[in-house]
């Protein structure tokens, strides 16, 4: 009988851990999709910056998060193992170019996988590293609780420890806040940071409309009566409507910043 260990190092193993992995990555897009989407709220970054306080502050999310990250190296490197297996068995390109997108992303996983890490590396240190561990700029939004009226200023924390402050005034609810929304907007006003966030979109288009079908064959997915449901959803969902959606943030930032 393989073992456990072989069966990890085996062609198998090594696919079926993608398989994993990707998918629980693709749970996690949904789940930053809809968060991100307060960016549009149109509340000076009210709703987005609470979300953003919630998602690095609180432990079981955090646990969670940390857990993405391990997923996405192993990810990585899994995909690179692979990658350069599939290389070594077969030396020769082919003759004949992919007439199909499904073709073309699947014989280029490496590539678009590539640019999403990369992509990955610069946005996580852009916006993670400097919102969990760089000062920052702080907001106070106050909130008429009974006309829901809000109004936003800078705040500038008495303490170097501060992070987040909810207090009452009367009928005001007053929110202090780390501002992440501030580095957002600046960061999508940037032309060249725009042009890379969607150009990374791109390739998560291509990787996720081989990727999802195919990882739901690799652990065995294969039913008929299945299959329509996970094609539909790898193309129209993971495929077109979630980087697209990713996509018009830049987009609208960059041409409310030229305005």
């Known amino acids: 009988m393989i073992n456990f260990s072989q069966f990890l190092h085996s062609s198998i193993g090594r696919k079926l851990i993608m398989s994993i992995t990707g998918l629980f990555l693709c749970l996690f897009l949904i789940v930053h999709l809809g968060g991100n989407l307060t960016l549009f709220a149109g509340d000076e970054g009210y709703n987005f910056n609470i979300y953003a306080h919630f998602m690095t502050h609180f432990l079981p999310v955090e646990i969670i998060s940390y857990g993405l990250y391990i997923s996405i190296l192993i990810h990585a490197f899994y995909a690179l193992l692979l990658t350069v297996k599939n290389s070594q068995a077969r030396p020769v390109k082919y003759a004949v170019a992919p007439k199909t997108p499904v073709k073309w992303a699947s014989l280029n996983m490496g590539l678009l996988g590539s640019i999403i890490f990369l992509f990955l590396i610069i946005h996580m240190s852009n916006f993670w590293a400097r919102y969990k561990f760089m ?14 009226t809000l109004t936003s200023a800078v705040y500038e924390p008495v303490s170097p420890d501060f992070e987040y402050a909810v ?78 959606t990713f996509a018009s943030m830049p987009l609208v930032f960059y041409i409310k910043s030229l305005l």
């Open 135 to 148: 000062e920052g700029t702080y907001r106070e939004y106050r909130k008429e609780l009974l006309t829901g």
């Open 167 to 244: 207090t009452t005034e009367s009928n005001v609810e007053i929110v202090r806040v780390k501002d992440l929304y501030a580095i957002v907007a600046h960061s999508f006003s940037l032309w060249w940071y725009s042009l890379l966030y969607l150009v990374a979109m791109v390739a998560v288009s291509y990787h996720l409309y081989h990727g999802f079908q195919s990882a739901f064959r690799t652990v065995g997915m294969v039913q008929k009566r299945y299959t329509p449901v996970i094609q539909f959803t790898g193309i129209w969902l993971f495929a077109v409507i979630i980087p697209l």
